[in-house]
């Protein structure tokens, strides 16, 4: 496969623009002239970094009540996946 990448987080205290100069850059390799695979792996990648979510939202101006409302619903639901992935692998653990 060969597809490794490392993306810091971008700063949190510029809330109205995206800073991209903290990200490496995507890499994909087109293999066999298979542009349609590729473009299936970039957009896999692109979805996964979250860069599709943050250009919605910067799209249009957020309140800030509306950015910690936001902030603390994926925190919450982050939290709840750890706790829900602890608990499937503690019962394989013992």
Known sequence: ?????????????????INLRGFS?????????DLERAMKVLK????????????KLKKSYEKP?????????ESERRQRLARLKRTRYSRYSR
């Open 25 to 33: 850059s995507l890499e994909v390799r087109v293999i066999d002239n």
């Open 65 to 73: 009540s509306e950015y910690r409302r936001r902030k603390r619903r």
């Open 1 to 17: 496969m060969g597809f490794t990448r490392r993306l810091d987080k971008p700063c949190d205290a510029m809330k109205g623009e």
């Open 44 to 55: 896999k990648k692109i979805q996964s970094d979250g860069l599709f979510r943050r250009l």
